[in-house]
């Protein structure tokens, strides 16, 4: 069960890394503005705001990666505890998500499922 979780947990680090590239470094771009809906005078403008959220993503795939890693090398409390602080910091974030615009749930589904289930799983073959 150990396995499915970290699995689910690295799921979601590489969405949250997919999600940093598109913020930090992708976000003046079409990729970018089809994912986001913007357009290239909104993405200009907010692409300081953005780069920041961005990294934002990035620390959290870290933690879990960390926990992961740890996890692995036999400190079983150290990583889980990384891996539930990042997956959980996740599923925190795509809840406010929700909460701040009802049109990004699907966005938000997608950062908080993998996230979820992987915490959950963690949580139970502990």
Do not use: C
């Amino acid at each position: 069960m150990i396995v499915a979780a970290l699995a689910l947990a690295a799921v979601a680090a590489l969405v949250h890394v997919y999600v940093f590239v598109l913020e930090s470094i992708l976000w003046t771009g079409p990729r970018a503005a089809r994912t986001f809906g913007l357009d290239v005078p909104t993405a200009r403008a907010s692409a300081p705001m953005a780069f920041n959220q961005g990294f934002y993503n990035l620390f959290l795939a870290v933690e879990i990666v960390a926990g992961i890693v740890v996890l692995a090398t036999g400190h079983r409390a150290v990583g889980a505890t990384l891996v539930l602080v990042g997956t959980l910091s996740m599923v925190g974030a795509g809840l406010v998500l929700i909460a701040s615009d009802r049109s990004k749930a699907r966005a938000a589904l997608v950062q908080i499922g993998p996230a979820l289930l992987g915490a959950l799983l963690l949580l139970l073959a502990l």
